[in-house]
């Protein structure tokens, strides 16, 4: 598995994306049918889909592939290859520069390698399960702190704000990607985030989290976020208090 040629790939989508995203107008736009929720897609969601599928089919024959556009190919069970084309696809259509491709191989240990690509901030994350998370090439950590003040920043979702109010004290964040939430608790810009998420969605930014210290679990506590949906990531000292305040309301 070469994985410099995968992040050139990433690399090259991204470029493609961000032409998308200067000239786009409304009627590149798509209404997504089906869910809880609207949602939108553009051509670049398919299109790059279909290319990184078509790379890996061909590089990686046995490989296994989740995408967020077309489902599931199944091949060998314990190597996945999940992907979501652009996460945040609201924000690419409305001129908001937190958005692009993420993805992740995911074995029987769970995330084993990952990247997440922001184009419009010239961001490229990376991380392989055991060898820490990189931003541009430059380790990255989790933030330090310990407790949640007004000093402290931390991510969650329009949806859980349109139902609740959250008492944690910290500056809320919605930045309207659920991998960008976990890309900047990689970085330390968040101290913590949640969030109600696909597979797609979350892949490769729980093995980023994770390889920069961060802690990343279900609401309970456990591992159980592919069964459950929810995402709490934060560093280690504030993970218990923040799973103590979404949990109280987020059910």
Not at 60 to 77: A, I
Not at 119 to 143: T, V, W
Not at 170 to 196: D, E, Q, W
Not at 206 to 218: C, H, K, N, P, S
Request: hydrophobic share 40%; net charge negative.
């Amino acid at each position: 598995m070469n994985l410099q040629q995968i992040e050139d790939l990433l690399r090259d989508i991204g470029r493609y994306q961000l032409e998308g995203y200067r000239k786009l107008e409304a009627g590149d736009v798509q209404v997504k049918e089906g869910g809880s929720y609207l949602s939108v897609v553009t051509e670049y969601d398919v299109e790059t889909e279909r290319r990184v599928f078509e790379h890996l089919s061909r590089e990686l024959p046995g490989d296994s592939f989740l995408g967020e556009e077309n489902g599931n190919v199944r091949r060998d069970p314990g190597r996945y290859w999940i992907l979501d084309p652009i996460d945040g696809t609201t924000n690419f259509t409305q001129g908001v520069a937190y958005w692009g491709p993420s993805l992740a191989l995911w074995d029987r240990q769970g995330p084993a390698v990952g990247w997440i690509h922001f184009p419009a901030l010239d961001q490229m994350f990376h991380a392989r399960r055991g060898e820490g998370a990189f931003l541009n090439g430059k380790r990255i950590h989790a933030s330090k702190v310990t407790e949640y003040s007004d000093l402290v920043s931390v991510a969650t979702t329009s949806s859980l704000h349109k139902r609740h109010q959250l008492t944690v004290p910290a500056k809320h964040r919605i930045l309207g990607s659920l991998v960008v939430n976990l890309a900047y608790v990689a970085t330390g810009s968040l101290a913590a985030s949640y969030c109600r998420a696909h597979l797609w969605d979350v892949a490769a930014g729980i093995l980023i989290a994770r390889e920069a210290g961060a802690l990343v679990t279900d609401m309970g506590g456990g591992d159980g976020m592919l069964d459950s949906g929810d995402i709490v990531a934060a560093t280690p000292a504030l993970l218990a208090p923040m799973l103590d305040v979404i949990g109280s309301v987020a059910r």
